[in-house]
């Protein structure tokens, strides 16, 4: 017997701790419409599907493998799906330059991390959700107090 794909994305849902609502606005569709995938009232389009897989970080057609979901819409789902926003991108490409800067002179890391507050304020001003733009600003509040740091050692 095939999974009820609502049951699992579902499942996916809980597992990000996302409510219905929070995943229907990442979907730009209502709550309604993801309560009646969730418990199988209807089939998600393949739109629908591929922005899953991407907030899942699985391929569509993993998503909807070993489910009941038409073989004739699984048939045009894409082979991969984008996995991460770009605020997702740029926050783990500051983490990655974090760790490098502890290895440069303090000038250098003063230099680039001043170039990251101008991109996360840009990202803050162009974010529309609410869980991403609070990483955004935790990460500028991390820069600045790493900021006021050096500048308090250099004096």
């Not at 991390?113 to 955004?136: K, M, P, T």
């Amino acid at each position: 017997m095939p999974e009820n794909l609502g049951r699992r994305i579902a499942a996916h849902r809980a597992k990000l701790g996302l409510t219905q609502q929070e995943l229907a606005d990442r979907l730009a569709v209502s709550r309604v419409a993801v309560s009646h995938v969730e418990s199988g009232l209807s089939d998600p389009g393949e739109r629908t599907v591929t922005l899953l897989a991407g907030i899942f970080k699985v391929e569509p057609h993993e998503l909807v493998a070993g489910t009941a979901y038409p073989t004739a819409k699984a048939d045009r789902l894409p082979v991969v799906a984008a996995r991460y926003t770009e605020v997702e991108l740029q926050l783990e490409l500051l983490d990655r330059d974090r760790t490098w800067l502890d290895q440069v002179p303090p000038a250098e890391a003063e230099r680039v991390l001043e170039h990251w507050r101008v991109r996360l304020r840009f990202l803050a001003a162009e974010s529309h959700d609410a869980g991403e733009l609070e990483l955004v600003n935790e990460a500028r509040r991390q820069i600045g107090d790493w900021l006021s740091d050096q500048r308090r050692r250099q004096d």
